[in-house]
Structures are given as C-alpha cells and as structure tokens.
C-alpha cells in the first residue's frame, strides 16, 4: 500500500471514530493497554473476538412459543386441526381483546354467542339434532383452547355444551330431544344446569334438599340452587331435586318465565368473573310432566352427565395451564433486567421447564382419558384422577407463571392474575380434590371411605 492510501485509509478511520465514546471508554479502561492487547493478537483468535462482537449486535430469535410440547395435536385428523385452529382464531379475535375487560366488569358479553354459534361446535359430540358428532379427543382440544385464553368462556360454552345439553342427550326422551337440541345446538337457546345447593356441594348424591311433588301431570318444585352458570339470562334450566314420595332424584327442564323461579346473580367473586352464576330459588314452581326428564330415575343418570362433563374440566385445567405458561414465556424473552432478558437467567429457565414439564404431563394424562371416552371405557374413577391431578397442578402452574412476572403479575392487564384467580374456581368446582380422590381411592382399594 502507498503511503498516499495509508494516510488516507489513516484520515477515513479517525472520521469514523467517536471522540466523545472513547473519552468515556478511557475513564473505564485502559486504552493504550487495550491498544497493546488487540495488536498482539494471533489473526485467528482477532477474527473469533470479531465475529464475537458481530454477532452481539444480531437480535436474538426466540422460538415459537407453543405449550403443545409433545406435538399432541397429531392426534387429531388433518379435518379436527383446522377446527382447533379455527377456534383458537375466534378465541384470539374474538375474546381476548375483550377478556379483561368483562372480567372486571363481571359481566358476559352476549354480542359474542351468534359469532360462537357460526363455530358450529356446540354438543359436539352428540349424534343427530344437528350435532356435529365428532370425537371426544377434539372436544378436549377445544375446551383447551378456549380456556388458553379465557377460563370463563370455556366454562359458558361447557355448561351449555355438556351440561344442559348433555342432561336433555342422556336422560330426556326422544321428544325432548327432539324439541329441545337442534336450538340449544344452534345456540338460539342458552341453558343452564342447576345442582349444587347452598348447603349441598359434594353430598349431592347424598339427599338433594330441593324437592319435587307430582301433583297431576303437574310437578311442584321447591328449594335452593347455587353457583349455576348462565342462569340468569338461561332460556331454559335443567333442576335436580328429590321426589318426596321415594326419595329419588328426577331432572326437570325449567324454562325462562316460569311462575315461581327466580334467578338472582351471585355477586363479588373472585374468579370466573364473565360467568354469571346465580342462586336460584324455587317457590311451588310448577313443571309440566312434560318438561320432566323422561330418563332421569336416580343419581345415577346424573352421574352419567358429571362423569363426561369432569373431564372436560381437566381439558380446562390444562387450557388454564398452558395459557398462564404461554404468557409467561412471552414475558420472560420481553422483560429485560441486568442487559438481558430474563428468559436468559437459570433460575427462571428452571421454572420455565418444571411448568412445562406438568402441563405435557396434564396434557397427555386428559388425551388418553378421551381416548377412553371415544372408546365407551371411560369410568368415574379415571375422570376423577384427571380433575384431580390437572387441576392440582394448574394451581402450581398458575402460581409459577404469577411469580415470573413479577409485580406485573398482579395487574390485571397481564392476564395472568386472571388465570390465577380462574384456577381456583376450576380446583373447586366438578367435585373437590377431597371427594375425586375418595372416588379413585374406593377403585383401587375396594373400600369406601365416604362418610
């Protein structure tokens, strides 16, 4: 090289330089030490500290988040993936812009059933009256998905979708299925499923306080129902209550205006907030024998309906589950602390992975318990053991993901002190860690422990 280009090269690297960053980098190193250090390196290790420097300036590709770590999904056939696809866009267009905000409000958005009902995914696995009968596996993934994103959503759509739904599919006659599903299907009509009482929970199956009196062809039902979901807006509620002449538990259709029932909204919860949940009082509220569950003799029938509906809370409790770790993990590779961000820091990769590590595990326990549904082999035990140990761990999971986030985490904006508060009313509801696990306990040793 000349010495005319030297100079020149020379006059092009000092233009470059900023005076101003190097008077700040002299206050902390060293520079002729520096200078020193660099002109004494070997060429390959100054190429190596190069493209180290380089590739400092890259910005970093995370991977794509997905909770679905097993690739579970392949168990769905090509046309059941684009029916989990389809509702996990309308959960992401439809519902999450507007979650939290009915969630504070304590409110349900009505404006969206017409746009749910377009999904054509209510009682999805029944057969004829314009279900759709597909496979309990994709009901599972459904209910997943839409309690990925909103728990109360997934709880609406299971009261109307299994509960109401399922009680009139089990345990009415062919006429009543017939007058009632193709609506309920097509979501013009919204039911509600009235068990729980406010002083029977888990001893339902033990004596109903709610009774029934045949009077006729007329039934005359008083009592209390609390905590039923959609019951304040329901075109029609399914009562259980026992008949004082032999003490056996029948199901009556109650429809909207009926003379002695009324609907009172339970206010101040903590969770599932969307959920309109009331306590229903009855008083010689007369039902037609028309309007009784033709098939519905004992508490056996509506065991029937429980036992399908118990595991579609285990499917919500994963979805609950995999929402709060979605979220977490998004946060983490966002928030940054110290100059990196937080998803970089063992501690919190460690939380990241035991999270994970119980939802593959929740996922793959509620996707054999499907598979046992599909196969007419599912028992009450196996439901059981899946609400059980799904929602015991979404509370975990829930709790991890909430600390992740650190104060944040309590802001409502964040959406996961909604998934925490929701998972406490999944670990309650469809029977209690307590009576589930006496009901796996009594099939695995032959013995009741049941009061």
Not at 160 to 178: D, H, P, R, T, V
Not at 278 to 290: G, Q, Y
Request: glycine share 8%.
């Amino acid at each position: 090289m000349s010495i005319i280009k030297k100079i020149k090269s020379t006059i092009g690297l000092l233009q470059q330089l900023d005076l101003d960053k190097i008077g700040k980098l002299s206050e902390k190193v060293d520079l002729n030490k520096m200078v020193g250090l660099v002109s004494s390196m070997k060429g390959e290790d100054l190429q190596k500290l190069m493209k180290f420097m380089e590739g400092g300036k890259k910005k970093h590709e995370f991977p794509e988040i997905d909770g679905d770590f097993y690739d579970l999904h392949q168990w769905l056939s090509p046309e059941e993936r684009a029916i989990q696809l389809k509702v996990r866009e309308f959960m992401q267009v439809h519902i999450k812009p507007i979650a939290n905000e009915y969630w504070l409000k304590d409110e349900f958005p009505h404006h969206i059933i017409p746009e749910m009902a377009k999904l054509n995914i209510c009682g999805l696995t029944y057969h004829g009256y314009g279900c759709p009968g597909m496979s309990s596996l994709l009901e599972g993934f459904l209910a997943m998905e839409m309690a990925r994103v909103d728990c109360s959503t997934s709880t609406f759509f299971g009261v109307q979708s299994g509960l109401a739904m399922g009680s009139i599919y089990y345990c009415g006659s062919e006429e009543q299925k017939q007058q009632w599903l193709p609506r309920m299907q097509k979501m013009e009509l919204i039911g509600a499923f009235g068990l729980t009482e406010p002083e029977v929970g888990s001893a339902a199956a033990g004596g109903l306080t709610c009774t029934c009196e045949r009077v006729g062809d007329t039934w005359v039902l008083n009592g209390q129902k609390k905590w039923i979901g959609n019951a304040t807006f329901a075109d029609l509620v399914v009562i259980w209550a026992r008949d004082i002449a032999d003490n056996s538990v029948k199901g009556f259709i109650v429809e909207k205006g009926t003379k002695g029932f009324q609907a009172d909204k339970i206010k101040g919860k903590m969770a599932l907030r969307i959920v309109q949940n009331a306590l229903i009082t009855l008083t010689n509220c007369e039902v037609h024998e028309s309007n009784r569950l033709q098939q519905a003799n004992s508490f056996k029938d509506t065991a029937q309906v429980l036992r399908m509906t118990r595991a579609g809370v285990a499917w919500q409790a994963v979805g609950c589950a995999r929402g709060a770790y979605e979220s977490a993990l998004r946060y983490t590779n966002e928030r940054k602390q110290f100059g990196r961000t937080i998803s970089s820091f063992q501690m919190v990769q460690d939380l990241l992975v035991e999270m994970l590590s119980n939802l593959t595990a929740m996922q793959t326990m509620v996707c054999r318990l499907s598979q046992l549904q599909d196969a007419g082999k599912l028992t009450d035990e196996q439901a059981s053991l899946a609400k059980v140990f799904c929602s015991l761990h979404t509370r975990d999971i829930v709790s991890h993901a909430r600390e992740l986030f650190g104060g944040n985490g309590i802001l409502i904006e964040y959406d996961i002190a909604r998934f925490v508060a929701d998972a406490e009313a999944i670990y309650s509801y469809e029977g209690t860690k307590e009576i589930n696990t006496l009901i796996v306990g009594r099939a695995i040793t032959g013995q009741s422990a049941f009061v």
